[in-house]
């Protein structure tokens, strides 16, 4: 079972930053917290991870909370192209991707 | 490489018959993940390979499902005996080992419609 919690749905306007929250109570101290995107009629695709400290690509940014139960996905400056289901996943040491329903972006022009 | 590819890209089968699936992962890449998806739902994983050993098969997977990796390299996924519920978007991902500080990649899927 999934084991992280995200809104089902959240909407944007275009250039604007997006924040997407997920919540992961659970986590243990060994899980990379993961975000995929899945764009329309596409395989998912990678966008980050992260164990402890925020991070950032080229994509989005990443913050972790400092007790690792939440995190949040940035996209700094969403284009119509991010609409999207996003997927917040924890990996562990079975590295076994255990997808939840996500959180479909809506963006606006 | 070009990523992991996914064959047939799409597959229409009358109730009742077999299909196979194909999958190549990136050449280096030791894991290998199936997922099934339906309309609305995220991806379910179903089985993942470490080489040529399958490490675990999702416990919702009926026995008409059956993979293979035989050389480690590239896999098939074998459905027998289709049902009209088997109809969904097949995904194939691959990732190195110790994958959790990596990421995986996906394939673009093979649509089955059981008709």
């Known amino acids: 079972d999934a084991k992280t919690t995200q809104p089902n749905s959240m909407e944007s306007n275009e250039e604007e930053p997006v924040h997407l929250p997920c919540n992961h109570s659970?986590?243990?101290?060994?899980?990379?917290i993961h975000w995929y995107r899945q764009l329309p009629s596409q395989g998912p695709e990678y966008v980050i991870h992260g164990l402890t400290s925020n991070v950032n690509n080229r994509m989005a940014s990443l913050a972790i909370a400092e007790d690792r139960k939440s995190s949040t996905l940035i996209l700094h400056r969403a284009t119509l192209r991010d609409a999207a289901v996003y997927y917040c996943i924890l990996r562990d040491r079975d590295d076994k991707i255990i997808f939840g329903k996500g959180t479909r972006l809506h963006i606006l022009p | 490489d070009t990523g992991v590819s996914q064959d047939p890209r799409h597959k229409i089968t009358k109730r009742g018959q077999n299909v196979t699936f194909r999958c190549d992962p990136i050449s280096e890449h030791n894991r290998l993940y199936w997922y099934r998806q339906t309309l609305g739902q995220g991806p379910e994983f179903l089985t993942y390979?470490?080489?040529?050993?399958?490490?675990?098969k999702s416990r919702l997977l009926s026995d008409r499902f059956s993979a293979e990796r035989p050389k480690g390299s590239f896999s098939t996924l074998e459905i027998q005996r289709t049902e009209q519920g088997d109809s969904a978007m097949y995904l194939c991902a691959s990732s190195l080992i110790g994958g959790m500080n990596t990421e995986a990649f996906f394939g673009q899927g093979t649509r089955l419609t059981v008709v």
């Open positions: 390979f470490q080489n040529e050993a399958q490490l675990e």
């Open positions: 659970t986590i243990s101290g060994t899980d990379y």
